[in-house]
């Protein structure tokens, strides 16, 4: 590791410690040259997961991306932000523990469906409205209809 301030490359650990998430490893070093000290983040390197459009595209998954959807179904309902990562951690948990490099943006959007449901009914409601593009009230009713039977 490159020393930021004199651009040596001795140095030696400090201290180690996990971050608060457990993703990454924090370790302080010292610099044997210049005896300055700075500290530098270890994490394991993903390889993205690639979505599968409808048109056949693919897309890198994108967590601002969901949660821009998810914040949107979720506007002025009492949930938290704080509920909304942890949402976004529990999906993103998921789609790794799939193995799978490439998944259909139609898996994708189950999920968030299913997680959406066990949530906050408004907040399916509205996800359902835009994924399952809702072309006339009947749909809406319908999903409705759904959404009460599997409560």
Known sequence: MKCPF?????NKVIDSRLSKDGNEIRRRRECLACSRRFTTYEHIEQIPVMIIKKDG???????????????????KRDISMNIIETFLDD????????????IPSSVLGEKI?????????VAYVRFASVYRE???????VSELKCFLIDR
């Open 134 to 140: 809702f072309k006339d009230v009947n749909d809406f």
């Open 91 to 102: 999906l993103e948990r998921d789609l790794g523990e799939t193995g799978e490099k490439e």
């Open 113 to 121: 469906m299913v997680k959406l449901h066990e949530l906050d009914a």
């Open 6 to 10: 004199c651009k040596e490359m001795d």
């Open 57 to 75: 595209r693919r897309e890198v998954f994108s967590r601002d991306k969901i949660r821009s959807g998810i914040q949107k179904a979720c506007e």
